[in-house]
């Protein structure tokens, strides 16, 4: 069965992503561009460095072409926060994007993302779903290829790049004498983040800036285990920064100069302190219910709004769109920003970085630091816990009744069901369970004060979840 999850379909080729597959999903996101009447404007195709990526999206730009639905296909591989400007760019009805991100390379995917320019909501996903379903049935009419207006070959990078420029502080980062280390892992952002900040004046390191469908033996994840050599060359090299991207650069991994790996909340944290602090903008930050609430104390201090939502950068897409939020995150990697996409872009939290590093004069783990002196010290984990198809169903259930007085020696101050079960105590710390959709595991995400106060925690809350 054909499910999108939290970002698109995604599936091992040759056996469960196909072309028969990639066109059945094409036909059925053919069915919803109609169905809305959005195909008049159009649909963008793009597709990362992945093994016949080029051809899975030419399978689709046939079957979209065979409804009569104009296709803006991308020249080349193109990172999936650039095939979201191009909807923008384009005026078109939504993009479809192939791509498994840090998946393992035998793996591919599918994203649709609307005519809005950012991931798409359970909503539009659960209506694609049931267009396969019926087309499985037989219940859809199979239109054949090539009988539509002819496809439009794009290359979207220079307006996205120009676009991208305008969100950064350009002058900070040209008068600040960087130098930054670009690893994409072999994914679709080669040439974008290296080239952006080497226009301005930075000089750049690159490494694994070349197609490789086996992504060099492992997966591109822009994880502290995947960085290592790019560490190194930090390091060796005495940069100031080093920038990771993932398989299709939405999301980004920061190595700051001493070889720290500044985590994605880490970053959010800073993102946004640096924007309310150095740019002085106001309004405010969207993050999900798993994600660091020192963005929370910083938005309090300035009198400003957090909107939590539930897991999944779709939720944080439309509280950017919505709600004019000055910037949104996870704790997972993904970022974006006002007067962007609300699509997450490991190529714009690149140049922020480098962007904080120059503006502030100083490491982002110094900022850091300053942040956590004004407003605490936080450590966050995310802890997997595997358990049995059978156990999952009773662990669920003592999930839905968990509602201690106490936890771990402090006052449980708070529940929250947004996504799973929340647990905020009276000091501030927090921790949340989710259950995977796909697998008997279980996801505990924690924040406290020390490593010792997070362990404890964690046992705490899996003696009374039976994890």
């Known amino acids: 069965m054909i499910k999108f999850g939290t ?12 072309f028969a597959n990639v066109a059945l999903v094409a036909g059925a996101v053919a069915d919803f561009v109609v169905a809305h009447n959005l195909a008049g404007r159009g649909v963008v195709i793009g597709y990362d460095n992945r093994f016949l990526s080029e051809r899975f999206a030419d399978t689709a730009a046939e079957v979209l072409g065979g ?8 020249r080349r591989a193109v990172p999936t926060p650039v095939v979201a400007f191009a909807v923008r760019q384009y005026r078109a009805g939504g993009a479809v994007m192939l791509t498994a991100s840090h998946n393992p390379p035998e793996y591919n995917g599918i994203k649709f993302i609307p005519e809005y320019a950012g991931p798409a909501l359970p909503e539009i996903t659960d209506e694609i779903e049931e267009y396969i379903l019926r087309r499985q049935r037989g219940g859809v009419a199979q239109a054949g290829a090539g009988n539509g207006p002819s496809r439009q070959l794009i ?53 694994h800036n070349h197609r490789d469908p086996l992504f060099g033996g492992s997966f591109p994840d822009p994880s502290a285990a995947k960085l290592g050599p790019l560490r190194d060359i930090v390091l060796r090299e005495g940069a100031h920064l080093g920038l990771g991207l ?3 650069a939405d999301r980004l991994g920061v190595i700051d100069a001493d070889g720290t790996f500044i ?3 880490q970053f959010l944290t800073l993102v946004y302190y ?5 740019r002085r903008w106001q309004g405010p930050v969207a993050r999900t219910v798993a994600t660091t609430h020192l963005v929370d104390r910083i938005a309090r201090d300035r009198g400003q709004e957090v909107i939590e939502t539930p897991v999944g950068f779709k939720f944080i897409g439309q509280a950017l769109l919505e709600q004019d939020c000055v910037v949104g995150g996870e704790e997972s990697g993904g970022l974006s920003m006002r007067g962007h996409v609300p699509e997450k872009d490991g190529i714009l939290a690149g140049m922020l970085a ?3 590093v120059a503006a502030h004069g100083k490491p982002l783990k110094a900022l850091l630091d300053e942040v956590g002196d004004t407003y605490g010290h936080l450590h966050s984990e995310r802890l997997d816990v595997r358990t049995t198809a059978d156990r999952k169903p009773l662990v669920l259930e003592k999930l839905r009744m968990l509602a201690p007085d106490q936890l771990a020696g402090q006052p449980v101050a708070g529940r929250f069901t947004v996504d799973g079960t929340k647990l905020v105590l009276e000091d501030g ?21 020390s490593r010792e106060q997070v362990g404890r925690i964690q046992a705490a809350v899996r003696q009374l979840a039976g994890l």
């Open 155 to 207: 290359d979207p990078a220079g307006a996205y790049s120009e676009h991208l420029l305008g969100l950064v502080d350009t002058d900070s980062i040209r008068k600040a004498g960087l130098h930054v280390v670009v690893d994409p892992l072999h994914g679709a952002g080669i040439g974008y983040l290296d080239g952006l900040l080497g226009g301005l004046g930075v000089k750049v390191n690159t490494l």
């Open 429 to 449: 710390a927090w921790v949340l369970v989710r259950a995977s959709g796909t697998e008997p595991v279980f996801r505990i995400y924690t924040e406290a004060y």
């Open 67 to 74: 409804r009569g639905i104009r296709v803006y296909l991308a």
């Open 246 to 248: 993932d398989g299709d």
């Open 274 to 278: 640096h924007l309310v602090t150095h």
């Open 7 to 18: 970002d698109g379909w995604r599936g091992v080729m040759a056996a469960d992503f196909t």
């Open 263 to 265: 985590s994605p909340n």
């Open 354 to 356: 480098a962007e904080m």
